[in-house]
């Protein structure tokens, strides 16, 4: 099982940036799609963005297009978000996630589809 650790939230305001990390504990990394999520307090968590396990397919929601950036450094076991001109809707707790199995690509825009998630970072963007 993959246990994941996100870092990199805080306070930045708007029009700023962050870069979100998620390390994960599992060595056979690279095998796994992840993806990142967020929730906002009253909200439902809302997928952000994603990638398939090798890389070569990313997906973004609609409002992270043009602004946030999916990445990873399987020799790290890390994966990143890059996030610019940040907004205040995007004030969220964000989590990243892991398939239950490697090698899945199955509907990775749906929360349903992971099962592995860290305890996510808080990221506040004052307007």
């Known amino acids: 099982q993959v246990q994941l650790v996100e870092s990199g939230g805080g306070l930045v305001q708007a029009g700023g940036s962050l870069r979100l990390s998620c390390t994960a504990s599992e060595r056979t990394f690279s095998r796994y799609a992840m993806g990142w999520f967020r929730q906002a307090p009253g909200k439902e968590r809302e997928f952000v963005a994603a990638f398939t396990w090798s890389g070569g397919s990313t997906y973004y929601t609609d409002s992270a297009k043009g602004r946030f950036t999916i990445s990873r450094d399987n020799a790290k076991n890390t994966v990143y978000l890059q996030m610019n001109s940040l907004k205040h809707e995007d004030t969220a707790v964000y989590y990243c996630?892991?398939?239950?199995?490697?090698?899945?690509?199955?509907?990775?825009?749906?929360?349903?589809?992971?099962?592995?998630w860290g305890q996510g970072t808080q990221v506040t963007v004052s307007s």
């Open positions: 996630a892991a398939p239950g199995t490697p090698f899945s690509n199955r509907n990775l825009l749906q929360v349903a589809s992971y099962e592995q």
